[in-house]
Structure formats: structure tokens, C-alpha cells
């Protein structure tokens, strides 16, 4: 089930690759949203059941002001690392939020935008 005319694809060929920090490990998550954004703090709960059920690391990344990041963290007190990046980094990323994605061995394997599903409805 593919929800993005980029997937699958390698990462190293996205402008992601250009701007956040991805970790070593051969799966994980990568989860793009705004502090600010209703829709990706609703979707927020469920990136948070990940991490809790210990299914993949993940890496949060978000676009805002710093009020907007430190008013984020004490509402929703995130146990996921965020990365923040400038708001036209963001755009060079994606236009949607928030977007969940999926990589295996540098491959976005699956992605959902604008919702975020339950951990056994996205992965494989």
C-alpha cells in the first residue's frame, strides 16, 4: 500500500538526506510534522505507541520557532528525539504534514501523510 509517488526509493536521492541527521540502524521511522500543526499533533499519539511498543527507532522531525518547540514539549512531553529544521528546509522535504515514513536499509519502503495509523495497519 503506497501513499506517495516517491516510495520506494532511496533516501540518499531526497532532500531529506540533506537536512536531518538519520542514524545507522537498518529500520526506522521518520516522522515530519509542525509544532504547530493540528493534524500532526493528533498524529503524534501514535508516533508516541511506537516507541512505546518498541517497534523501530524513531526519528521526529519538526519545523517551528523555538516558542512553538518548548510550548510542544510541555504539552505533549515527546519520549521520541526531535530534530527541528527551518521551515523552508521543510518545504524542500514536503508540503504535507505530518508524514510518516518507513526505511529499510536506506529505502522508504512506506509512508502515510496526513494521518498517522495505528502501529499494525503501516507495517509490514
Request: with cysteine; hydrophobic share 35%.
Amino acid at each position: 500500500r503506497w501513499h506517495s509517488t516517491f516510495s520506494p526509493q532511496p533516501i540518499s536521492e531526497t532532500t531529506m538526506a540533506q537536512h536531518i541527521a538519520l542514524p545507522e540502524e537498518s529500520e526506522y521511522l521518520v516522522f515530519l510534522f509542525s509544532y504547530t500543526c493540528p493534524h500532526c499533533q493528533n498524529a503524534f499519539a501514535n508516533v508516541e505507541q511506537y516507541q512505546t511498543m518498541g517497534l523501530k527507532p524513531i526519528i521526529g522531525v519538526a519545523t517551528g520557532t523555538e516558542e512553538q518547540k518548548e510550548r510542544f514539549y510541555r504539552l505533549y512531553q515527546p519520549v521520541i528525539d526531535i530534530q527541528t529544521i527551518e521551515p523552508e528546509q521543510m518545504s524542500s522535504i514536503t508540503h504535507e504534514l505530518p508524514i510518516l515514513m518507513y526505511i529499510r536499509r536506506d529505502t522508504i519502503i512506506n509512508i502515510e501523510k496526513g494521518t498517522v495509523t495505528s502501529p499494525g495497519l503501516f507495517l509490514p
